[in-house]
């Protein structure tokens, strides 16, 4: 089966930048359709963007304009590009397919904070 590795998280001013990575052990879009979902304290885990293998990109209302999620088959990584920062975002984030999951990574944690 496909793992999923996440990397990239930190703690960020608000209004800063990060990028997340998502690296799959084996072809990225294997399994269809990736997403970046978060999952903030006390609250369900949400998709915040999704990419198809042919490129097409969604957004949550909530990010949409400051996050960018891009792929790169050659290394077999899908990103998530973050940009004007808010508190509100303060969650882990994890990525998986979006119609054909696989087993849940550990995520990376990503606190915006002064």
């Known amino acids: 089966q496909v793992q999923l590795v996440e990397s990239g998280g930190g703690l960020v001013q608000p209004g800063g930048s990060l990028r997340l990575s998502c690296t799959a052990s084996?072809?990225?879009?294997?399994?269809?359709?990736m997403a970046w979902y978060r999952q903030a304290p006390g609250k369900q885990r949400e998709s915040v963007a999704v990419?198809?293998?042919?490129?097409?990109?969604n957004y949550a209302e909530s990010v949409k304009g400051r996050f960018t999620i891009s792929g790169d088959n050659a290394k077999n990584t899908v990103y998530l590009q973050m940009s004007s920062l808010k508190p509100e975002d303060t969650a882990i984030y994890y990525c998986?397919?979006?119609?054909?999951?696989?087993?849940w990574g550990q995520g990376t944690q990503v606190t915006v904070s002064s």
């Open positions: 990419i198809s293998s042919y490129g097409v990109t």
């Open positions: 998986n397919y979006y119609t054909n999951p696989v087993s």
């Open positions: 084996g072809s990225i879009f294997s399994r269809g359709t």
